[in-house]
T-cell receptor
Framework: DTAVSQTPKYLVTQMGNDKSIKCEQNLGHDTMYWYKQDSKKFLKIMFSYNNKELIINETVPNRFSPKSPDKAHLNLHINSLELGDSAVYFCASSQGGPTFYEQYFGPGTRLTVT | LAKTTQPISMDSYEGQEVNITCSHN???????ITWYQQFPSQGPRFIIQ???TKVTNEVASLFIPADRKSSTLSLPRVSLSDTAVYYC????????????FGSGTRLLVRP
């Protein structure tokens, strides 16, 4: 009965590769997010989708492309991976549009680029 | 968006009450104050949210003075399992603001 799930949990890859991270939520929420948490533990929002529409698009390299096939899924594709992309990526969801209130986070995907 | 300032770390002992204060001098009229908790290797978890005065739930209390320029998260009788990072966030409830988590306060609860 996992609320927000992400796959894979760990991802080790080489520079220049392309990889995807998948996220699914079974809470019936209409808003989903991608966050990046770096080694210093700062958690920064990257994207937010509301009803499959991109609402928040922070200043991230265009190598990062989110895709929301439906309200329950939000995937993150990363092209031409760089060392600086190494981080933990969290997916989250909430109800009723981007909000601080009761976001539910997934377990995270630890991406290591070598 | 109102910037927040929290202590980087705090230490406590089991059974004590812990109060974590967050400063947000530039808070706007429409801003709410929200706290999240993050355990190692997990995503953040919503704890509590408030606008003014006091809010209490089964996990914590949130105290907000009249000027709303600060807020205090109060954890009653902490246990070892409360060791985590606590984030204070300030922002509007609608869709027009940016969502920023600060560096948080790392709470260590000792036996």
């Amino acid at each position: 009965d996992t609320a927000v799930s992400q796959t894979p949990k760990y991802l080790v890859t080489q520079m220049g590769n392309d990889k995807s991270i998948k996220c699914e939520q079974n809470l019936g929420h209409d808003t989903m997010y991608w966050y990046k948490q770096d080694s210093k533990k700062f958690l920064k929002i990257m994207f937010s989708y509301n009803n499959k529409e991109l609402i928040i698009n922070e200043t991230v390299p265009n190598r990062f492309s989110p895709k929301s096939p439906d309200k329950a899924h939000l995937n993150l594709h990363i092209n031409s991976l760089e060392l600086g992309d190494s981080a933990v990526y969290f997916c989250a969801s909430s109800q009723g549009g981007p909000t601080f209130y009761e976001q539910y986070f997934g377990p995270g995907t630890r991406l290591t680029v070598t | 968006l109102a910037k927040t300032t929290q202590p980087i770390s705090m230490d406590s002992y089991e059974g004590q009450e812990v109060n974590i204060t967050c400063s947000h001098n530039n808070i706007a009229t429409n801003d709410y104050i929200t706290w999240y908790q993050q355990f190692p290797s997990q995503g953040p978890r919503f704890i509590i949210q408030g606008y003014k005065t006091k809010v209490t739930n089964e996990v914590a209390s949130l105290f907000i003075p009249a000027d709303r320029k600060s807020s205090t998260l109060s954890l009653p009788r902490v246990s070892l399992s409360d060791t985590a990072v606590y984030y204070c966030l300030v922002g509007r409830m609608d869709s027009s603001y940016k969502l920023i988590f600060g560096s948080g306060t790392r709470l260590l609860v000792r036996p």
